[in-house]
């Protein structure tokens, strides 16, 4: 059959197919059953023919060609993930500390002691790396997108892990992780963009030595709580880049990731997997995971910071994506929270490690 008489059928009868309850498109494309070109008939959701009266069906056949039924679902314009949302407000979208430019709203979380609803993502959104003090304003969206203080608050934040950088004095070895900071520590934020040395154990076995750069946007300062230390080194070290806020009203944050949906639970990353991310800046992306247990050295402006335990896939960000969640594509699981990356890998944290070290639960 050909294509310019399916096309014909699908001019003729547009309007009256349009016009049946239910039905949101008609295009042209292939009938599932037979494989053979068919007017395609989309609806929101697909009912059971009992269900329908004879002008609600949709015919078996337009002008002697085959019709097809496919469930798309409510179709809608998408949002930039740059916009200023109210009254509800997703994740994945710009939101910042007042005095850096934009990241990634990651995902909504609660507290472990109290329960309490928190917004989670990098230490350099949330807390200007390191260069931030609790309680500071948080903004939805970023500074870079439009966003006001005080219009624009949102939240305030939380807590934060800090950052350690190569250059802080050297510590003793030790072999606890990351302590927990108290609520109520001060800390401080920046802009993350450099370059980012991948040193990873698995990669040194073929060879592998990538430059890469950051994909955030904040700066340094001074340190707040002591980080793991390598033991030969001595050179201190960080397991994630990560802080939380408090949202004013709770209930304006709806938790669904632009893209995505609800992300329940937790999984460790494995090599080839698939994962996808919504972010600020590239939206939603999909990658895969191409090395593990990284050890990497990321540029926060003017200074360094080294990264064990890290999650490196192939690229899908840009600046202003750091703080999007990473999440299995097949079970749509979180694995992990993206700081860093460039044009060749994007680089994550292990999602059970911020959730340690914050201590919250997704």
Known sequence: MAINDVLQAQRLFMDSLLAKPNVVGVAVGLKNSVGEPAVVVLVERKVPAAALASAEAVPKEVDGIKTDVVEVGYLRAY????????????????????????????????????????????????????????????????????????????????????????????????????????????????????????????????????????????????????????AVAQTPTNEVDCAVAKPIDPTKFTGDILGIGQVHGTKPAALGMAVRKSGRTTGFTTGTITLLNATVNVAYGSRTARFTGQIISTPMSQGGDSGSLLVDAASNVAVGLLFAGSDQSTIFNPIDAVLSALQINL
């Open 79 to 230: 949002d930039s993930p740059r916009d200023r949302f109210r009254p509800e407000i997703p994740s994945g979208v710009s939101i910042g500390h007042y005095k850096i430019t934009a990241g990634t709203l990651g995902t909504i979380v609660t507290d472990r002691t109290t329960g309490e609803k928190l917004i989670l993502s990098n230490n350099h959104v949330l807390a200007n790396s390191n260069n931030a003090l609790v309680g500071d304003p948080i903004l939805q969206p970023g500074t870079a997108d439009g966003g006001q203080n005080p219009a624009d608050m949102v939240a305030r934040l939380e807590r934060l892990v800090t950052l350690r950088y190569v250059d802080d004095p050297d510590l003793p070895p030790t072999p606890t992780p990351t302590p927990t900071p108290t609520p109520g520590t001060p800390g401080s934020c920046t802009v993350v963009n450099g370059v980012v040395s991948v040193i990873n154990a698995a990669a040194a076995l073929v060879g592998s030595h990538q430059r890469v750069t950051s994909t955030s946007v904040v700066t340094p300062t001074q340190p707040q709580a002591v980080g793991p230390v390598d």
